[in-house]
């Protein structure tokens, strides 16, 4: 396949989704793959070595295929696809200095599960906006996946949601390996929304297990919690949508359930005593949920929805109420 036939792509982000998400596109013949990541020194690295020295370093990332790039303009240049690979909160930081031009001819895949803060946007909107990007040339990546499992080669699912049912039938065939199976879906804000939902109650999941709660308990928490998600996203964009489907609630059981979930872990360590601060000095990851919260609970001041588990934590993380007092409130409002 020659240069001028392969599939260009960018890819925006350095951490360990951006990683696994290029070793799935290696995955296919024809891709020439830009990426650019904020780290000097890890470019540096994978130029001489072809491994992400910070995250999931037994990925090898063929040279071949992967080109990285210290400068965002020569990473989107030609590129047909742009996937946003960075944590929500520094997607703006991430593309200063570009503009509408920049993007002309451009679809925008969003791999983030998290909403700008302070705009409290849907990343597909907030692009959509920013650099009027028309919302049927935007996607996004979602589905129950942990980049750590995709680096091991386990059997996973994607679902890629667009309204551009093309786009997102295009781009299944781009995720799809002998380990990923990605499946087109046309609901993108049912899907961003629980997306960036199921981190919320992964936070709970942590705190209550880091509080000493059982598998029971957690049962009934994630299951009060998805409900809770079905009644957010249908205030905000009703329609007809199958919740018990892997982009909803396989999502919201990995997150909630997983040994590598960042939520998780975040919301345990909070669980077990650490303050928020702490707590984020001790991840070098990101956990969205943590922005999601303030995000969701701001947004529901004009909806009203009834959303005990996610106002739970708001009280938890912003307005540090005892975790022990907050479970002990919130126990009483499920069923
Ligand atoms: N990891 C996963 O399994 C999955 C993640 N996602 C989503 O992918 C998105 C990216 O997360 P993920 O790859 O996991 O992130 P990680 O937690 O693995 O890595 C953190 C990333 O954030 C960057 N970062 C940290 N602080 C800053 C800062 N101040 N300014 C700019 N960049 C910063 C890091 O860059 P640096 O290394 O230079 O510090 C690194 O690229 C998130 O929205 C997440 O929800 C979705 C599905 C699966
Ligand atoms: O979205 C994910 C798995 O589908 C990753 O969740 P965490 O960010 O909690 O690790």
Redesign the pocket.
């Known amino acids: 396949m020659s240069f001028l036939n392969s599939r260009k792509i960018a890819v925006i982000?350095?951490?360990?989704?951006?990683t696994?998400i290029i070793k799935i596109l290696c995955e296919q013949p024809n891709v020439q793959i830009r990426w650019w990541?904020?780290?000097k020194t890890?470019i540096e690295h994978i130029r001489k070595f072809h491994h992400n020295p910070?995250?999931l370093s037994d990925v090898y990332l063929s040279p071949k295929k992967v080109k990285v790039c210290d400068q965002m303009n020569d990473a989107i240049k030609g590129a047909e696809y742009v996937i946003l690979?960075?944590?929500?909160a520094?997607v703006e930081?991430?593309l200063h200095g570009l503009q509408h031009k920049h993007f002309k001819a451009k679809r925008v895949v969003s791999?983030?599960?998290?909403m700008i803060p302070g705009e409290n946007a849907l990343v597909t909107d907030w692009i959509a906006d920013k650099f009027q990007v028309a919302l049927a040339d935007t996607c996004v990546i979602a589905g129950p996946?942990?980049?750590?499992e995709v680096a091991l080669e386990k059997q996973s699912y994607l679902t890629i949601a667009s309204t551009n049912g093309d786009t997102a039938k295009d781009f299944s065939g781009l995720m799809t390996c002998r380990f990923v199976t990605a499946k087109p879906l046309d609901d993108l804000y049912g899907v961003e929304y629980a997306a960036v939902m199921k981190n919320i109650v992964a936070l709970a999941c942590g705190i209550t297990h880091g509080l000493g709660y059982g598998d029971n308990f957690q049962a009934v928490l994630v299951s009060n919690a998805m409900q809770e998600i079905g009644r957010f996203v249908t205030a905000l964009d009703p329609r007809e949508r199958e919740m018990s489907s892997s982009a909803y609630l396989g999502d919201l059981l990995v997150t909630a359930y997983s040994q590598?979930s960042?939520n998780r872990l975040f919301g345990n360590m909070v669980g077990r005593g650490y303050s928020v601060k702490a707590a984020q000095l001790e991840m070098k990851?990101?956990a969205?949920g943590y922005y999601a919260t303030k995000s969701i609970c701001e947004m529901n001041k004009k909806y009203l929805v009834n959303l005990p588990v996610t106002n739970s934590v708001y009280r938890i993380l912003y307005e540090d109420l005892s975790p022990v007092h907050v479970m002990e409130d919130l126990k009483k409002q499920l069923n």
């Not at 982000?13 to 951006?18: F, H, I, L, V």
């Not at 690979?85 to 929500?88: H, L």
């Not at 791999?111 to 998290?114: E, L, S, V």
């Open positions: 982000g350095g951490g360990s989704w951006a696994a990541l904020r780290s890890d910070s995250y690979a960075v944590p929500a520094f930081e991430s791999a983030i599960k998290g996946c942990h980049a750590e590598f960042r990851m990101i969205e």
